[in-house]
Structures are given as C-alpha cells and as structure tokens.
C-alpha cells in the first residue's frame, strides 16, 4: 500500500509539475511569442510586469576572427586565431544550408517571435515528464542569444552561467531574444547565427566549418553537405568528426536525421533524401594551422606578430594588441618580397645546413622606406631541440621576438668612419699605428655620460706579425685595420661615434643600453641583421634613416583599410653619405671582400668577425637593397666559437666575414635583385672630400721591407670587466706566436 500511495504521490507531483510548466509556458508564450498574442489581457500583462519580460539590450561583442598576413603580392602566408571563423554575408552561404539548418533547428523560425510557442511547450512537457532536461525548446533567436553570452564570457564561471538550465537564466534570454527581434530581420538574424555557431573539428562559423569539413566555401554546399554541417550544431564535441569512429557515425546518423525532417517538411524530396543518405560523411578534414610555427616563413611572420603586439597604432594596451591579433579578423598586408626570401632561404642553405649547430640569418631592407623584404635563418622554427629547431627570431631583436644577438665585429667599423667624415676628414686623411694600440690615458675616451672608460693597459692589435703603419681612411676601412680605428674613435670621440651610430637606429638586440667602451667601434655590442640592414640602407639612401617596417595595409573585419607609410628623417649629410659609400664600394676589389668578388652593379659593404672567432658577418647595400647576414652559434658564441668548426659540410679551421657570410651576401643578392634595373651611387663630391688635410697626410712611404701587413682581428674590449670583445675580419696566419691577452689566448693572424 505504500509503495503504491508513493506511485500515487508521484504522479500527482508529476501532473502538478506539468500543469505549473505548461502555465508558466503559456504566460512566456502569450507574452512574447506572436505580436498577436503579445497584448492580449491584463492577466497576461500583469505576469509579463511580474517577470519583467521586457527587452532587454543585448550586448554583442564582435565575434573573434582570424588575422591573416599576406606578402607583398597579396598571398597568404600565416594566420592567427583564438576561434579559427571567417564571417560571411547570407547571401554567402547557399541556401539549401539556410534550408537544412532552419528545418532542423527552428522549423517555424520565419513564423514565430522570440519563442516558438509549439516548440517550448512540448518542450516543457517533455522536460517535466522526462525528469530533466530532454528536449530543447529554443529558437534560434534564443540559441544566438545563448552563444552570444557564452563567447562574451571571460571566465568560466561567466561560461558555466551563460549555459546553465535554470529558468532565471532562460528568462534573461527571453528579454535579450526581445531586443534582438526588435532590432534584426530574420535575415539578419539567420545570418547571425550561422556566423556565430561552432560546428565542431575547430570550425567556428558557416564559412570555417565548410572548408574544414569539405574543403569549399559555404556557397558551394550541396544537399548532404548542408544536412551534415545542420546537424553538428545540436552536439558538436559529440559529432566532431576529428574524434574517431564513433563520433563520426554520430555525425552520420544526425545527417540523415536532418535530410528527413526536410522531407517531413517538403523541402526536398523523398528520394532526393534517399540518395543523399547513400553518400559517405566526405569529412575531408582541411587543416587551418595557425600561428609562425606553421608558416612558410616564421622569422618574417614572428616580427610582424611582435609588431602589432608592440606598435600602439593597434591598440592602447599589450594585452588589446594581442586580442586584436587573435580575434580582430584583419587582413595584414606586408613588405615580405617572396622572390627576395627565396633568394636569402637558398643561399643560406647553400652554405649552412638546418642540422648545424651555428646558424645564419640574414635580413633585406629597402633604403630610403625601411621596407623589411626578406628574413631568412638556416634553423628550422620550432619548439623541438632534439630536431636542431628553435623558437625565437634569430634575424630580429629582442622586441620583435629575438634573442641577445651576436656581436658585429667590424660591421660597426663604418660609424666611426661617418663621424670622421662628418666631422670634416678627407678619404687620404690618416694616421700612423703601430703594432698595437693602447689608449694614451684613461680620458682618452669618455662615454655619452661623460665618464672617461680609456683602457690605457689593454693593448688592441692587428696581428702579431710584424709593425703597424700609415693608413687612411680609405685603405684602414678596406683593410680594416683594427689599431687605426681605435686611433681614428679617439681622434672623432667615442660619444660622437656612439650617438652616430644610433642616428642609424642602432641598438642592442637585447633592448640593453650600447656598451659604450673604448672597443666600440670594433663591434663589441651584441645585434641582428634587421637593425644592421637598416642602418647600412642608410648609408645607401644618402643618409635617410627609416625605421624597419613589416606592415603596409591593414583592413578589418568592416573592410575599412588603413595605410602605413615610412617613418623616415634625415640624420646625415647626404655628402657625407656618398663619401663613406665611396670608401665602402673598394671593400669588393681591394678589401676584404676581395676573394669573393661583387655582385656586378655598385654595391659597397662591410665584414665583420669578432674576437676570438665568435661570429662573423657581412654587411652591405646598393642603392636599391640592403642586406645583413649573420653567422654565430646560438647556444653561446663565447662557449661554441667558430674555430674548427664544419659547417654545411665543408671544414673552417677559422671562420671570419668572408668565409660565409660574405658568399650568402653576394649570391642572395644576386638573385634578389635579378630582373632590377641597376642603380649607380651618387659620386663622392672630390672638391670636399677628395685628398688629405696637411697634417694628416701619409708621410713618404718606408722601404717595403720596413712594413708589417696590418691584421683585422678581433680584440677584448677589457680584462675580464664585462666590456666585451671586438672585432676585425682577418683570416688566421698559419704560425707564430699566440697573444695572450687577459688570460685568454688569441690566434695572430694577416689581412
């Protein structure tokens, strides 16, 4: 008897229960459902009042939409996304997709107002009966209510609470569902709401998930295509086809479910849903890989992605920046020249292999725009080490998502040479050097800040054969005589070569301040090629310096399209800039770029190796492209030198700036500007600069027997005091002693 007074009970509970939900539904129903309906009594008015059914403004954050970078020629060459949607117009998707997804969803959409009143009420039985939620009764309009608030949420307590079963919950969405249908069409509604809709495999929206189901836009949806893509939207974690067997004959059944309720509907036909459940799933599984790891060219796409992440033009804050990037669905044009980067990527593999443990980067820059055409590296980008990969920008600074950089070696060479230059020497104006130098007191060089930083117990070498002599300008920049450019910083001042060279837009690759030693102008601060390229291609534009660009155009998810121009100022005597490059050009054929040769139209240019073989370089430009190419060990260019090294299969016993980087300079170049009408630099103005000043000029030449080759080798910029080592470019002699120079021993070498 009591168990069956309990059955007794229940069923009353349960009758009750569906009375009260059938009452409650009938009170939202004839609230809201029908304009018809929506006034029809003061009972009804007086329980819309208490519930305050009243629309209620829905906020609608801009749904999150891929970047995509493009090149120079408008293809595409990386994306980012925090949700992978391309939102498209209605009349974008095919209208058999519109078809499918109403049938299934909201059969009654075009008829109803903000709730279907069939649907909620059978619904609300089904619920009650069935003991929970069984059925869903929402509209779409509800449904693109519900995902609205879900993608607004931030956390997942706002995520939980978007998408609760609670009748507060479904309450709000009757006031927000209000307003929208107050403020769209059904159109635009629909619209909506395909855009919005995550249909699983990773796709969100109409237009990702047709191309990462069926590798097509949504226009181009046929009948069972459509039914599939309809019916992943009830359960997509349980339908994604991505996740195996099971979920994939789920994804099936739910297709064929959909093709018959078209027909119920008399959409299509009954055999026209017959053949189109005869068809496979066709899941084609199109990847949309996004991030620099997956890109064509990841140095490239990592500088442009810490671009926007660091250039307030895209946001106020870093953090707007980064959801920008990931949500803002813009449409990023760049410089990125892929003839130039095909150009840098083979000659770089022609001199150093991906599994070396040096690597080489190199970077191509426009003189007179900044314009970056090309940044290449011999290492794979990636995450993995045990496959020799490696996860920052080697060609790029530290703000751009680099590392600390190399020293520049002699590179740095040319500052010093523009500061003599500026300050009014002449190409033959010179000095006479001995074998080494040693500053002649400690105030001999004072830092921008005034602090004297000379070393008079530190002697800079060439080599450790044989005397110095008389070089000028012209013949100690060709032969890069390390112990005349000391003497020429100090004659110029070591704060005036410092302050040239950041007119230059030097700087260090790790954001640190420039090391400010009397060594300074042997190249003892660390760099990259983007910041070495743009300072030579301001050599080359007679003295226009423009800060590297990435970005030429961005369009956002409007269309609306926004310009960058060149950030250009003039920071040297355009005269002054002829007459270093006139200087520079000789490095081809009577310098230390000699045995490598030109590139057959002018060009002028520097290399640069450090101390003890730590790394090497070659820089230089005509006047239509500039370049930087860089060779160093990225596990520690102090711990892993270059000295008995094989790299790209060949054995250096030394490796200095014309070894390889010199030879990736010229063939990348070469190429790169193959097809481009050849420019001639400006002419040296010779009544300024042409022959010596009278206390400057060489003395009567010694005997040849009396005179020592001048070395270019590197030198420590101090014992031990964290001043760094220098540069030079020299290849190794084959005998003599070892200098021994605070500590550490150094190979003498010859020019």
Request: aromatic fraction near 8%; hydrophobic fraction near 35%; charge should be positive.
């Amino acid at each position: 008897m009591q168990a069956q007074g309990k059955d007794q009970g229940s069923a009353v509970g349960n009758v009750l229960k569906l009375l009260g939900a059938a009452a409650v539904t009938g009170v939202l129903v004839a609230a809201v459902a029908l304009p018809a309906v929506g006034g029809a009594g003061m009972t009804v008015n007086a329980a819309t009042n208490e519930l305050r059914l009243l629309p209620e403004e829905l906020k609608e954050p801009p749904l999150a939409e891929k970047t995509t970078l493009l090149d120079a020629d408008g293809k595409q060459f990386a994306q980012f996304y925090f949700e992978n949607r391309e939102s498209v117009k209605l009349d974008q998707v095919a209208d058999v997709m519109k078809t499918a997804i109403v049938a299934i969803e909201d059969t009654r959409f075009y008829e109803h107002g903000a709730i279907d009143l069939e649907g909620t009420f059978r619904a609300a039985v089904r619920n009650v009966s069935g003991g929970g939620v069984v059925q869903g009764g929402s509209s779409i309009t509800q449904q693109y209510v519900k995902l609205v608030l879900l993608n607004a949420a931030e956390t997942k307590e706002e995520q939980d609470a978007a998408i609760e079963a609670t009748f507060s919950r479904k309450l709000n969405e009757l006031r927000y569902a209000l307003a929208v249908e107050e403020k769209y069409t059904k159109s635009e509604i629909l619209e909506r709401y395909l855009n919005i809709s995550y249909y699983g495999a990773g796709a969100y929206g109409i237009q990702a998930a047709s191309r990462r189901f069926f590798d097509k836009p949504a226009s181009k949806l046929t009948l069972w295509e459509a039914a599939t893509l309809a019916g992943a939207v009830q359960n997509p974690s349980r339908t994604d086809p991505g996740a195996g067997k099971a979920a994939r004959a789920r994804l099936l059944e739910r297709r064929n479910i959909v093709l018959s309720r078209m027909a119920e509907l008399g959409k299509i036909t009954t055999q026209e849903a017959e053949e189109a459940k005869k068809k496979k799933l066709g899941f084609k599984n199109i990847s949309a890989p996004g991030g620099c790891e997956v890109s064509d060219y990841p140095y490239f796409c990592l500088y442009v992605q810490q671009e926007i992440a660091s250039n307030e033009d895209f946001g106020k804050t870093r953090k707007q920046r980064e959801r920008l990037l990931q949500r803002g669905g813009l449409t990023i044009k760049t410089t990125l020249d892929p003839k130039a980067q095909k150009a840098s990527e083979k000659a770089i593999r022609q001199f150093v292999h991906a599994s070396d443990k040096p690597v080489a980067s190199q970077a191509m820059v426009v003189p007179g725009t900044g314009a970056i055409k090309a940044m290449a590296a011999s290492r794979k980008f990636g995450g993995n080490p045990k496959k020799n990969e490696i996860s920052y920008n080697l060609v790029g600074d530290r703000l751009h998502g680099g590392g600390a950089g190399f020293q520049a070696g002699s590179t740095f060479k040319p500052f010093t040479l523009l500061t003599a230059l500026a300050k009014g020497m002449k190409l033959n104006d010179g000095f006479n050097t001995g074998t080494g130098y040693q500053a002649p007191s400690h105030s001999a060089f004072r830092d921008c800040k005034g602090n004297a930083v000379g070393e008079p117990s530190h002697t800079v070498t060439n080599s450790s054969e044989g005397p110095g002599g008389f070089n000028t300008l012209t013949t100690g920049t060709l032969g890069s005589v390390n112990t005349f450019f000391m003497r020429l910083e100090q004659e110029v001042g070591l704060c005036e070569t410092v302050k040239m060279a950041k007119s230059l837009g030097i700087q260090r690759a790790d954001g640190a301040p420039l090391k400010e030693f009397e060594t300074f102008t042997l190249g003892i601060n660390e760099m990259d090629p983007v910041t070495v390229s743009a300072a030579y291609a301001t050599i080359a534009a007679r003295g226009t310096y423009c800060r590297p660009m990435v970005i030429t155009e961005s369009t956002d998810r409007e269309g609306k399209k926004t310009s960058y121009k060149p950030k250009c100022k003039q920071v040297l005597d355009e005269e002054v800039a002829d007459a270093a490059t006139h200087i520079m050009s000789g490095v081809f054929t009577k310098g230390t770029m000699s045995q490598v040769g030109g590139i057959g139209r002018d060009a002028a240019g520097k290399t640069g190796t450090t101390d003890a073989y730590t790394a090497a370089w070659f820089a230089g430009f005509t006047p239509d492209l500039a370049s930087a190419v860089s060779v160093g060990d990225p596990r520690g260019a102090f711990g892993h030198d270059l000295i008995g090294v094989t790299i790209g299969g060949r054995y250096y016993s030394y490796v200095y700036g014309a070894s390889i980087a010199g030879p990736i300079w010229k063939n990348s170049m070469l190429s790169a500007l193959r097809g481009v009408e050849a420019t001639s630099f400006t002419p040296v103005n010779m009544e300024r600069f042409g022959g010596c000043t009278g206390n400057r000029c060489a003395p009567k030449p010694p005997p040849k027997s009396d005179r020592g080759d001048d070395g270019d080798r590197g030198d420590r910029g101090g014992r031990g005091d964290g001043r760094g080592r220098g540069g030079g470019d020299g290849p190794p002699s084959g005998g003599g002693d070892r200098e021994v120079n605070g500590g550490i021993t150094i190979p003498p070498v010859i020019p």
